[in-house]
């Protein structure tokens, strides 16, 4: 079936560090991948989507490109500030019309000053 | 812009009582409505995926006689929490997806539910 695996329960970062959060997905259609994150207190908010194999989503800094060779979709950006302390969600939405998302168990990030 | 607003924020009630949440999107027209409840650990458990036209589909685990839904229109949605208890606590999202063919979903803030 379709999954979503994070293996980083939390990563703790000073400002300015570089962040890099794994993701590897399971499938076998042809899936869009997306990023959301969740402040505390709110619901989760779409970060960044691909939808074609090999492109690269970017927004807001942060970039994560749709490897289907290796099945990843890691998150990166380049500095890190403690507004993006959040947790971040890796997730998977199947070809199939009508399915719904498949979620990562979330990487919980911590920046701090 | 696509906004998804979720009712009541905060609820608290007796156990074995029930309560009803809403869902309300605006900007877009929900075409489907998934909803979860988030664990304190921040995994999600899909309950249902409400379809418009279509039946709506509980996951293991989940029953319409427990976790009843309601899903009228392109814009609104409901769920009520049966006969709820102490597990049944959590924060219940909502995920609406947009008709126009995006594949992603919008959140709600959630209707985080304590049960005494």
């Known amino acids: 079936g379709d999954s979503v695996t994070q293996k980083q329960g939390q990563v703790t970062l000073s400002e300015d560090d570089f962040l890099f959060i794994n993701c590897t997905y399971s499938?076998?259609?042809?899936?869009?991948l997306l990023w959301y994150v969740q402040y505390l207190g709110q619901g989760p908010q779409l970060l960044l989507k691909v939808t074609t194999a090999n492109n690269k989503g970017i927004s807001r800094g942060f970039e994560a490109t749709y490897d289907k060779g290796t099945t990843s979709f890691h998150l990166q950006k380049a500095s890190v500030q403690e507004s993006d302390s959040a947790v971040y969600f890796c997730?998977?939405?199947?070809?199939?019309?009508?399915?719904?998302?498949?979620f990562g168990t979330g990487t919980k990030l911590q920046v701090v000053p | 812009g696509a906004l998804v607003y979720q009712y009541p924020r905060r609820t608290i009630c007796k156990s074995g009582t029930s309560m009803r949440m809403e869902c309300q999107a605006v900007g877009f027209q929900a075409t489907s409505v998934a909803w979860y409840r988030q664990s304190p650990q921040k995994t999600f458990e899909l309950i249902a995926l409400?379809?418009?036209?279509?039946?709506?589909?509980?996951e293991q685990n989940f029953t319409q006689e427990k976790f009843p839904i309601s899903h009228p229109n392109l814009s609104f949605s409901s769920m009520t929490v049966l006969n709820a208890y102490l597990e049944d606590r959590g924060l219940y999202l909502c995920?609406?997806?947009?008709?126009?063919?995006?594949?992603?979903?919008?959140f709600g803030p959630g209707t985080r539910l304590t049960v005494l």
């Open positions: 409400s379809t418009v036209n279509s039946a709506i589909k509980y």
């Open positions: 499938t076998t259609t042809y899936p869009t």
């Open positions: 995920g609406a997806r947009d008709s126009g063919g995006a594949r992603e979903q919008y």
């Open positions: 997730a998977l939405v199947p070809a199939n019309s009508g399915t719904y998302q498949r």
